[in-house]
């Protein structure tokens, strides 16, 4: 809704919608109202369009989308806003967003609090700003700006804005913006609005449209592989340059319509409403869920061992408000960790995430040591050592005998059982698995892991830190690898066989790439490291050095085993870290081919026997895909998740599957599970029972032979987790 006061001769025309003020339908309509009734009033001479107490606006109400219902367009209410006789001025704090920014824009005037944030999020929801922004913002900032700020969605400080002629003054934090956009009303009551309406202003680097038209196609494509709304964004911006308001406003209308019904915004508003609803956790085949279970209060951390993974933790939690105790097993490398720790913390304050102040405080909140005793007051403790058994029972057995009896002990394991880590310790209902991301401060994943015996309240403490630290925490069960990684052991193996028959690592990441992913899955091997790897594959006796003479080469206990990371390994390609692993890295970071490992490949197909083929990108993205969705069913069949919509949002943050296309199981529903599972069975008949992961999924085939095709908020009544009581 909108309210409507008067302040002498300025009208002020409130929006008041809860804590972020979504321009709803009651919204859109009151400002209509109050619009008319102001310009009827004849003791009004100018009015401020003002937010709630901490927003302006964060834009359109995402649950209309796709709606047939809408009565009031926020484009009309923009244009009526412009068309407005009197001046509006916009009184911008805190967040002006998507179709907040576009009414601000439509105003003739701007006053911002010098801690505002404004932007076009829509491209991150598959569409563009669909109530004028394509066409208003060029005509005041310039096309250059436009192009940037509306195909990437980011968001900018107010400061930012003035510099480009956006906000019309700038009022220091602290300083009522309300008040003080009443006072700028009263200085331009009776001005002319002549210059001040879109309409009347040209686009100032018009002339350059077709070299930053160009700039920004160049970058989209790159940035932005597979998606549709950039460059739709480019050319409704580009529009602007060359038609009038009216023109260019009609043509942004006929791209939204467009997109807004697109497969990619349908999947990327799915994206989004799954982010939250993963929050509203529960336990499968149990009554233990968000709704019954109270977090414990967490005011003291602690993080065992500050390689990569620890030192990122540390960040979380200070990120949190929570002061952290850190523990090395010796001096050196307790103050080399701590060095690294500081050097993130400046690297935030470089980046202005953090201020100086900040800055202090979260060094100051740091503590070091060597001793596990000065761990007794701590109420949470990560522990973040390699990942090997013998040493997680050293830590928890330490920890168990430091930490008082209500401390919750977490492991950052990326696949180790949670119930044999528990299994150390006096207390496995404050066990639980924390498994963070590389790099733990920038990844927005937080994997948490329940064993057995873990208690609602240690369930409900980790969801609620993984809130607190701003991460997206999806709650599994216990299985080796959990769900992230139990998937992902299936989609490197795919990779893997995938140039065992004739691909060569360059065409498979191509492939990937081309689908949407940031990065190819042998680039991602690289960065990651190969060792790692062949650490865990060591551990079950899986390498070439530990089979005994006469064992089939890609052979293992009967199953199909590729060897090829093992050999890169050892030979000493570790990856990135020692400039060649799948790729060569003779300058940075940027890959390139490898002599070495093409004629690695090469002999070992001779070995065995196998004539390299042609494999084009459908099969390749078929494959890895298909791969993921059939373990995925078995995941939800298994109770290690509670929802499809969990392992989308575990694949979307923790490996940069495609947003656009809403995950691997988002994407099967669109395509069809009879097809998908009939692909399944494809190459199951090829490969059979030596490739495991193309064992169709029981669940998967219960709900084709049953329902066909169903709702995906349908699946889970077709899982054995929902009939009989989970492993969970």
């Known amino acids: 809704m909108a309210e409507y006061s008067v302040n002498g001769n300025i009208a002020i025309i409130k929006l008041s919608n809860g804590k972020l003020n979504p321009l709803s339908e009651s919204v859109r309509t009151g400002i209509k109202l109050y619009l008319k009734k102001a310009l009827d009033d004849q003791t009004v001479e100018a009015i401020v369009l003002r937010g ?26 923009c244009d009526e806003i412009e068309a407005s006789r009197k001046p509006v001025v916009a009184a911008i704090h805190g967040y002006a967003l998507g179709g907040g920014f576009e009414i601000a824009l439509s105003c003739h005037y701007r006053v911002a609090s010098s801690d505002a944030v404004v932007g076009f999020p829509e491209v991150k929801l598959g569409i ?25 969605g980011k968001q900018y400080s107010a400061n930012t804005a003035a510099k480009l002629d956006v906000i019309d003054r ?42 930053i038209a160009a700039k920004y196609t160049q970058i989209v494509h790159k940035k932005s592989r597979g998606q549709y709304a950039p460059i739709y964004c480019i050319e409704a911006v580009r529009y602007a340059a060359q038609s009038t308001l009216a023109e260019g406003l009609k043509k942004e209308s006929e791209i939204i319509s467009m997109l807004g019904k697109s497969g990619q915004a349908i999947a990327l508003r799915y994206a989004f409403f799954a982010e939250r609803q993963v929050q509203k956790w529960s336990v499968p085949g149990s009554d233990i869920s968000w709704h019954n279970s109270k977090p414990m209060p967490v005011k003291l951390g602690a993080v065992i061992g500050l390689g990569t993974m620890g030192r990122g933790i540390v960040i979380n939690f200070l990120r949190a408000g929570i002061p952290v105790i850190v523990i090395e097993m010796n001096e050196k490398f307790l103050s080399a960790g701590m060095k690294s720790v500081h050097a993130l913390i400046d690297d935030m304050e470089r980046h202005q995430k953090i201020t100086k102040q900040q800055n202090a405080m979260m060094k100051k909140a740091v503590t070091g040591t060597l001793n596990y005793n000065d761990l007794k007051n701590v109420d949470l403790v990560i522990e973040a050592v390699f990942e090997e058994i013998s040493l997680k029972e050293k830590v928890f057995k330490a920890l168990d005998n430091a930490c008082k009896p209500s401390a919750i002990l977490a492991s950052n394991t990326s696949a180790l059982d949670i119930d044999k880590i528990a299994s150390f310790t006096r207390r ?28 609602s309240e240690t369930i409900a403490t980790c969801m609620d830190m993984g809130k607190r630290m701003g991460k997206v925490t999806v709650l599994v069960g216990n299985c080796y690898g959990f769900v992230a990684n139990r998937m992902y052991f299936n989609y490197k193996a795919e990779s893997w066989y995938l140039v065992e028959e004739g691909s060569l690592p360059v065409e498979v990441d191509k492939a990937v790439k081309d689908y949407g992913f940031a990065m190819g899955a042998y680039v991602v091997d690289d960065l990651s490291g190969l060792d790692l790897g062949y650490r865990m594959r060591t551990a079950f006796g899986l390498t070439p050095k530990q089979q005994i003479p006469g064992t089939q080469e890609n052979v293992r206990s009967g199953l ?11 030979v000493g390609r570790y990856g990135l870290k020692t400039k060649k692993g799948w790729y060569d890295y003779p300058n940075g970071r940027i890959p390139v081919e490898s002599g070495e490992v093409s004629k690695i490949i090469s002999d070992y197909r001779s070995r065995i026997g196998a004539t390299a083929r042609k494999i084009d990108h459908e099969e390749v993205i078929e494959r890895l895909v298909f791969a993921l969705v059939n373990e995925g069913f078995k995941v939800l069949d298994d109770g290690i998740a509670a929802s499809p919509m969990d392992i989308d949002m575990i694949w979307i943050h923790g490996y940069a599957f495609p947003s656009h296309t809403g995950g691997p199981m988002h994407y099967a529903s669109k395509i069809g599970l009879p097809k998908v599972l009939a692909r399944i069975k494809h190459y199951y008949e090829k490969f059979g029972n030596v490739v495991p992961q193309w064992t169709p999924s029981p669940m998967l085939e219960r709900i084709v032979e049953k329902r066909g095709d169903l709702d995906m908020s349908q699946w889970m009544q077709y899982s054995s987790a929902t009939k009989t009581k989970s492993n969970l």
């Open 52 to 77: 709630s107490e901490k927003h302006f606006s964060v834009g359109a109400d995402i649950s209309e989308f796709g709606g047939d219902s809408i009565k009031t367009h926020l484009g009309d209410v």
């Open 128 to 152: 563009l700003p669909g109530a004028g922004g394509t066409q208003r913002f060029p005509r005041i900032a310039g096309l250059d700006a436009a192009m940037q700020w509306i195909t990437t």
């Open 170 to 211: 700038i009022i220091s934090k602290g300083t009522d913006v309300i008040k003080e956009s009443i006072a700028f009303a009263r200085i331009v009551a009776t001005k002319s609005l002549l210059g001040r309406r879109s309409a009347d202003r040209r686009v100032k680097d018009a002339d350059c449209v077709d070299e």
């Open 428 to 455: 496995p209902q404050k066990v639980m698995g924390m498994h963070f991301f590389a790099p733990a401060n920038l990844m927005r994943l937080l994997e948490n892991v329940m064993g057995s015996k873990t208690s």
């Open 560 to 570: 199909r085993y590729c060897p090829l990371p093992d050999y890169l390994v050892e």
